[in-house]
C-alpha cells in the first residue's frame, strides 16, 4: 500500500483503495493508495518490507530520498 495524505489523494483525482502506478527512475510498480492522517501533501511512504521484493528495486539505497512518481491508471 502506498501511503499519502488526503490531499495528495485527491490531487490524484482517486480513493482510497485504488491502484496506482508508483514510478521510479529504476522501475515500478502498482499498488493500491491510502489516505493517512499527518503525512505531508507531496509525501508518499512505501513500506519495503511490507510489499513483493519490486518495491526494493525502486528504491535507491545510496540516496536519502527517492523520486517517485504517482500515476493514475486508466
Not at 34 to 56: F, I, N, Q
Amino acid at each position: 500500500i502506498l501511503l499519502v495524505s488526503a490531499g495528495t489523494l485527491s490531487r490524484l483525482g482517486v480513493t482510497n483503495g485504488t491502484t496506482v502506478r508508483a514510478a521510479t527512475t529504476r522501475g515500478s510498480i502498482t499498488v493500491p493508495v491510502k489516505a493517512v492522517r499527518g503525512m505531508p501533501d507531496g509525501v508518499a511512504r512505501l513500506a519495503t518490507s511490507a510489499g513483493p521484493d519490486a518495491v526494493r528495486l525502486l528504491i535507491d539505497a545510496d540516496t536519502r530520498v527517492t523520486d517517485v512518481r504517482v500515476e493514475t491508471l486508466s
